[in-house]
């Protein structure tokens, strides 16, 4: 299906280069004929390549630290002016451990690199629901769109404080997406992804061991940074017109699998 976006306006954060999941659902968005702006922190925007994917896309890019709240106002303010209306769409595609960058263990971790991760990966979700909701900047019926990672429900040892943060950031998706749901039908959901080979994802220590395992349990395998920004497209759209509150499970099946044969045949391979 084309032109699904037609006609909307968005705020896309976090496409920090060519691997990231947010700049492949930027260029899906600008495919289907949305308008939007792009934002990353200043820090952020210094490492990637996000001039390139404007240029790109024909879109501005707005700097703003998410965990600020006079940069969300700037950004919802300035993002109106430049797209000449209500936002419609809205990624939040934010993330960052301290702890897991400095591979501090769970148990030992540092509590203020904790409440940073909080600040920036989960509250920083919060401010923004709530600085659009306060200036009236998401448009009825709009949606956002937040990526997380299953291990916010399931015990992986490597993701340290990372799955407490996501848990929060799902928790804050379902309780913001039902206050905002009542009052302006406005969709709040979480999308959790498989797996992916991003700049982010590559940085936790055994990824690569584990994005094996992982696409040997999903029947369809992992699911990829592109058919990711298919789903969000969706999650856009006015097709799912109904659906908020909820945490979407896009891994190939993964979730709901408990052990496949093919991992089986990997811990115990026949004798000849």
């Given at each position: 299906m084309?032109n699904?976006?037609?006609?909307?306006?968005?705020?896309?954060?976090?496409?920090?280069?060519?691997n990231?999941?947010?700049w492949k659902i930027?260029?899906k968005a600008?495919?289907?004929?949305a308008?939007?702006?792009?934002?990353?922190?200043?820090?952020?925007m210094?490492?990637?390549e996000?001039?390139?994917l404007?240029?790109?896309?024909?879109?501005?890019?707005?700097?703003?630290?998410?965990?600020?709240?006079?940069?969300?106002?700037?950004?919802y303010?300035?993002a109106q002016?430049i797209?000449g209306?209500?936002?419609?769409?809205v990624l939040?595609?934010?993330?960052?451990?301290?702890?897991?960058r400095k591979?501090?263990?769970y148990?030992d971790?540092?509590?203020d690199?904790?409440?940073?991760?909080v600040?920036?990966?989960?509250?920083?979700?919060h401010k923004?629901?709530?600085?659009a909701?306060?200036?009236d900047?998401?448009?009825e019926?709009?949606?956002?769109?937040?990526?997380?990672?299953?291990?916010?429900?399931?015990?992986?040892p490597f993701y340290?404080d990372?799955?407490?943060i996501?848990a929060?950031?799902?928790s804050i998706?379902?309780?913001?997406g039902?206050h905002?749901?009542?009052?302006k039908k406005v969709?709040?959901n979480?999308?959790?992804?498989?797996?992916?080979?991003?700049?982010?994802?590559t940085?936790i220590?055994g990824?690569?061991?584990?994005?094996d395992?992982?696409?040997?349990?999903a029947?369809?395998?992992?699911?990829d940074?592109?058919?990711?920004?298919?789903?969000?497209?969706?999650?856009?759209s006015?097709?799912?017109?109904m659906?908020?509150?909820q945490?979407?499970?896009?891994?190939?099946?993964?979730?709901s699998?408990?052990?496949?044969?093919?991992?089986?045949?990997?811990?115990?391979?026949?004798?000849?």
């Amino acid at each position: 299906m084309n032109n699904l976006l037609k006609g909307k306006r968005g705020i896309i954060t976090g496409a920090l280069d060519k691997n990231s999941i947010a700049w492949k659902i930027a260029e899906k968005a600008h495919e289907q004929g949305a308008t939007f702006v792009l934002t990353n922190a200043p820090i952020a925007m210094r490492m990637g390549e996000i001039n390139e994917l404007a240029e790109k896309t024909g879109s501005q890019i707005i700097p703003a630290d998410a965990t600020n709240t006079e940069d969300l106002e700037n950004l919802y303010i300035k993002a109106q002016e430049i797209l000449g209306g209500k936002i419609d769409f809205v990624l939040h595609s934010i993330g960052m451990s301290v702890n897991i960058r400095k591979k501090i263990p769970y148990v030992d971790s540092n509590y203020d690199y904790f409440m940073k991760g909080v600040d920036v990966s989960a509250l920083s979700l919060h401010k923004m629901l709530s600085i659009a909701k306060h200036l009236d900047a998401i448009s009825e019926g709009g949606s956002v769109v937040a990526l997380t990672y299953m291990a916010a429900q399931r015990t992986y040892p490597f993701y340290t404080d990372m799955a407490d943060i996501k848990a929060m950031l799902e928790s804050i998706a379902r309780s913001f997406g039902y206050h905002y749901g009542v009052e302006k039908k406005v969709r709040i959901n979480t999308v959790s992804q498989s797996p992916t080979k991003t700049t982010a994802g590559t940085g936790i220590k055994g990824f690569n061991d584990f994005y094996d395992y992982a696409d040997a349990i999903a029947p369809l395998g992992n699911a990829d940074a592109e058919s990711c920004a298919d789903y969000c497209i969706t999650l856009f759209s006015d097709l799912t017109r109904m659906v908020t509150m909820q945490n979407l499970f896009h891994d190939g099946g993964y979730s709901s699998t408990g052990v496949s044969a093919k991992v089986m045949d990997m811990l115990y391979p026949e004798q000849e």
